[in-house]
């Protein structure tokens, strides 16, 4: 059984905190890293009927995208809501762990989830994330150093491509140098010109580890003044990002494709709205999880037909609508990130034990902690 530690270290695998925007308030908010953890529920919305539902399904931790305190607080007493529900997780033995923005941009994460809802393909990123910033460590050697140069600069964090480690690209040819007065050099002498057959090495280093890979190239080279360069790498596209576009199966208009999110995702009072020509062709889907309006042009941009989102407004709408930009579907915030829930579930109870949570049990909450409960129509009154 593994312990909470254990369970959160997987989480942050996937959803690494520090991919957070910087006024998010991500991690666990409460709980025992050494408490044994048998089962995990998830949610959207860390509210007081989540909590309840969490500790009545017998789980160690609840799991919820939405922060318990974004604003900060000075007190968990059980006189505010949120008190009440830190009071009620903890008297339970219940801890709380929340991914929020660094969820949304992990791939897979919370757009892709609803993506998948959609039966959405190919999907790309919407605002593609940069990826890892990447350094090029290019270095020149005698043959019989190199294997002990790459170890050490493997060690170091250099060489390491997906699932690859100790990559390298190694080319022969020459250097040539005159040592100086008072030097001691490896090949030559002080004084003469030296030529001397080199194999030029170079790898890739993340550039968090540049100074690290640095000193490992200085100790392990054997010359007294190694010739080196670290150039940085353009950052590729990386698969990360805010938002999804994908396509798909069959085209379909605006109106067809609302009813078509209505079905795919969870019931609320809110329900699909859209906004543009409904009998506009639809084909190329942008999605983003939560409140992505400010994403239209993005999506536009993208070549999508449409964007589905949540929390639209309207002087934002209208002139998207006005521009003929792009068509706007807005679903109940809670909704567009509730199918989230089920691929985290996916990701904890599956595997091949490598995460170490694959005995945890994973129950999602079937609460609807959408705020918009009642809704009215005119001809319905
Ligand atoms: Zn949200």
Not at 64 to 84: E, I, N, Q, W
Not at 146 to 171: E, K, M, P, Q
């Amino acid at each position: 059984m593994p312990s909470l530690g254990e369970v959160v270290a997987a989480l942050e695998g996937r959803y690494d905190p520090r991919w957070a925007e910087p006024w998010d308030a991500v991690g666990l908010v409460c709980g025992d890293p050494d408490t044994d953890v048998r089962r995990v529920h998830l949610a959207v919305d860390p509210v007081l009927a989540v909590a309840e539902e969490a500790i009545t399904a017998g789980a160690q931790l609840l799991v919820t995208h939405h922060p318990l305190f974004l604003g900060g607080t000075t007190s968990v007493a059980a006189t505010t809501a949120k008190g009440r529900v830190v009071h009620r997780l903890l008297a339970a033995g219940c801890g709380l762990f929340v991914a929020h923005t660094n969820a949304d941009v992990a791939d897979p994460g919370v757009s892709d989830a609803l993506a998948g809802a959609l039966g959405l393909r190919d999907l790309r990123p919407l605002r593609p994330g940069a990826a890892e910033p990447v350094d090029k460590v290019v270095t020149f050697v005698p043959a019989a150093d190199v294997d002990r140069l790459l170890d050490a600069l493997a060690v170091a964090g250099a060489g390491t491509i997906g699932h690859y480690d100790r990559c390298a690209f190694l080319v022969e040819g020459a250097g040539t140098f005159r040592a100086g007065a008072g030097t001691n050099p490896t090949v030559g002498r002080p004084g003469e010109v030296t030529r001397t057959p080199e194999v030029r090495v170079e790898m890739v280093a993340p550039r968090a580890r540049r100074s690290a890979v640095v000193r490992a190239l200085l100790d392990a080279h054997p010359y007294e003044e190694p010739a080196y360069d670290v150039i940085e790498l353009a950052a590729p596209p990386g698969s990360r990002g805010l938002g999804r576009v994908g396509e798909l199966a069959e085209p379909m208009t605006l109106s067809e494709f609302t009813a078509h999110v209505a079905r795919s995702l969870p019931e609320t009072a809110w329900g699909v709205r859209a906004a543009g020509d409904q009998r506009r062709p639809v084909r190329t889907v942008a999605v983003c999880g939560g409140s992505g309006g400010d994403l239209a042009v993005t999506a536009a941009r993208a070549g999508a037909d449409v964007l589905v989102t949540a929390d639209l407004k309207h002087h934002a709408t209208s002139e998207t609508i006005e521009d003929h930009v792009v068509a706007l579907v807005d679903a109940a915030h809670w909704a567009t990130e509730w199918p989230w829930l089920e691929q985290v579930a996916a990701y904890l109870t599956t595997g091949d034990g490598e995460r170490g949570t694959d005995t945890v049990e994973a129950t999602v909450s079937r609460i609807v902690t959408d705020p918009w409960t009642v809704h009215a129509h005119q001809k319905e009154l």
